[in-house]
């Protein structure tokens, strides 16, 4: 239902106006004055406003000129605005249309021509929109953005966003920490045909619950100490669009019941609010912990682990899709050199086998800073050597690497085992899940060498 506020001096005709605006649909509210027009549009976003041109004090071509100038910061400067004028002021309207007016009626117009006016300026509104999104929908390059890559890896998780973009199915992306979560799920966007925008929110960014709340279902003007007015939240602005959430893992209970409102109900209420308001959304969320090991330890609630998990999808880390390092460090080196207005190096044989062999622990992350750095250490030369990368820090010996070494006395197997479980552990966040998958052994074996070797971690989680 599309909210219009109506700016006039005139009681009356206001309530007439409104009274008939109700009739086909609309929802409307009265100001009894641009001072008053103001004040409401700070603390409310509306679809449109019917203005009157003459009105005392300031008048509405004043009104129009501060709102279209940027003189009010809480209106959006695109809002259609209609001017009301008498019959015979009909030239000054004409001049309302020349600062910014997107049309002007008679107040003698009958129900019929006020309709389909403002139809017309609301159509226009969203045709722009829609407009711009396919503007940069043409600009971003390639069918899945930086998804670059042709390794049977990458090809499965492109095949299964053509598969469920389409679809309104949730989608629970997992992955480590820089393995490219969010693009796989700018992909989704891009391919599912929404036109809302994506928007995407991080339950671990926000420093407490009142925030994140605030962020995502919004909040309505008193709500809290610093609402000083109505705010859209995260699930609004994403209204006909997607919803990313990013460590969803981390948010708190009380918000996972909310979350799952949402999924259940597709509707929300403001934080402070009372009135449901319902969300065309599609909900993509992706976590690097262990949701379901969460679920068993009662962190997080199986209900809205079900709903989220409706299409499973693995983001694999760099070093398990090695083929796709040279392409996606081409691909980082030009739009570095692009940003830079360098030209793009080009790295020699042994410097590709020294990224190629490298494990990547900060993933596609990592690499894309990596390529950064070295546009800026290329000193406008076009070929990048070994010992460029390996002044980036990448070739030297860490991890499981180093516990690989033969020292002269022998091999202790007990302290090798143990060297290996710790750097599994380390590199899975200390989730014995995934560094059970690293290590290619059961959980049962692995929570058995971690009591054998007592490992002790204060991050340490349990996963049974």
């Known amino acids: 239902m599309p909210a219009i506020l109506i700016i006039e001096d005139d009681p009356v005709f206001a309530r007439r106006l409104a009274r008939n605006l109700g009739l086909d649909g609309y929802m409307a509210e009265v100001a009894d004055g641009p001072a008053t027009g103001l004040e409401m549009l700070a603390r409310k976003n509306y679809d449109a406003v019917l203005c009157d041109i003459r009105m005392p004090g300031m008048d509405g071509l004043d009104l129009l000129s501060r709102i279209r100038g940027g003189e009010e910061p809480e209106v959006e400067p695109d809002l259609p605005i209609v001017m009301l004028t008498s019959v015979t002021s009909v030239e000054t309207a004409v001049d309302a249309m020349r600062r910014g007016a997107s049309d002007y009626l008679t107040k ?28 940069e929908t043409v600009e971003r390059t390639g069918e899945f953005g930086e998804l670059v890559g042709e390794s049977p890896e990458i090809l499965r998780i492109k095949e299964d966003i053509r598969e469920v973009a389409p679809t309104t199915a949730s989608v629970l992306i997992t992955g480590e920490t820089g393995v490219g979560k969010e693009l796989v799920a700018r992909a989704i966007h891009k391919a599912s045909g929404r036109t809302g925008e994506f928007v995407d929110i991080n339950g671990a960014m926000l420093p407490d619950d009142t925030m994140l709340q605030s962020e995502l279902f919004g909040h ?60 065309d959304v599609r909900i993509v969320a992706a976590t690097n912990s262990d949701l379901g090991g969460d679920v068993k330890a009662g962190r997080f609630r199986d209900d809205l682990y079900y709903r989220l998990n409706v299409f499973p999808l693995e983001v694999p880390p760099l070093r398990r899709r090695r083929g796709d390092i040279a392409a996606l460090a081409r691909f980082f080196l030009g739009n570095a050199a692009a940003r830079s207005g360098r030209s793009v190096p080009e790295p020699d044989d042994e410097a590709m086998a020294l990224l190629h062999d490298y494990n ?36 030297e010996t860490a991890g499981v690497e180093q516990v690989l070494d033969f020292p002269e006395e022998g091999v202790d197997l007990d302290d090798l085992e143990r060297k290996l479980v710790v750097e599994a552990l380390r590199r899975s966040n200390w989730r014995q899940t995934e560094a059970a998958r690293l290590l290619g052994i059961s959980t049962d074996r692995m929570n058995n060498r971690v009591r054998k070797f007592g490992i002790t971690h204060r991050k340490w989680r349990v996963h049974k």
Do not use: H, Y
């Open 108 to 135: 003698d117009a009958g129900r019929p021509e006020i309709v389909v006016r403002l139809d017309r300026a609301l159509g226009a509104r969203r045709m722009a929109e829609e407009n711009r999104r396919l503007r």
């Open 220 to 279: 309505e003007r008193g709500a809290f100490t610093d609402a000083k007015t109505m705010r859209k939240g995260k699930l609004e602005l994403a209204d006909g669009g997607t919803l990313f959430i990013d460590e969803v893992g981390d948010v708190s209970r009380e918000v996972q019941a909310k979350l799952l409102r949402v999924l259940e109900t597709m509707s929300f209420t403001r934080v402070g609010g009372t009135k449901p308001i319902a969300a």
């Open 360 to 395: 990547w622990p900060g993933n596609i992350r990592e690499l894309r800073n990596i390529c950064e750095r070295l546009v800026i250490r290329a000193r406008g030369g076009s070929l990048l050597t070994a010992s460029d990368v390996r002044t980036c820090g990448v070739g």
